[in-house]
């Protein structure tokens, strides 16, 4: 599955299924083929979304306190980072709720 999710107030955000799913899951949803994010529940979005980009980098930089302890180097991170997928739709949820227009995907 892919999201599109799609706001008159911003260019579309586009992501395969396991990074749309783990987004729903920040944002406290089960993953859905369909969806809307109003205007007004947009300001928590973006907290928990930070959030989750905080506790993924605090989670890392922990891995690496505890490699270095032992003598050891943590291998670099593959792929795209959360902060990296996330910050599109923190933008979008930022521009949307600005603009006072909701988010939908599936529509």
Do not use: C
């Not at 920040?26 to 809307?36: D, M, Q, S, T, Y």
Request: overall charge positive.
């Amino acid at each position: 599955m892919i999201y599109k999710f799609k706001s008159k107030a911003a260019g579309d955000v586009i992501m395969l299924a396991p990074a749309g799913d783990a987004l729903m899951r920040v944002l406290g949803r089960e993953p859905a083929a369909k969806g809307i994010i109003e205007v007004a529940s947009m300001p928590r979005a973006v907290e928990a979304i930070q959030a989750a980009i905080v506790a993924d980098e605090a989670e890392r930089a922990e891995a690496e306190r505890e490699a270095h302890s032992r003598g050891a180097n943590l291998p670099a991170r593959q792929g795209v980072t959360p902060r990296q997928r996330l910050w599109p739709m923190v933008e979008m949820l930022r521009r949307a709720h600005a603009a006072n227009e909701p988010i939908v995907w599936g529509v």
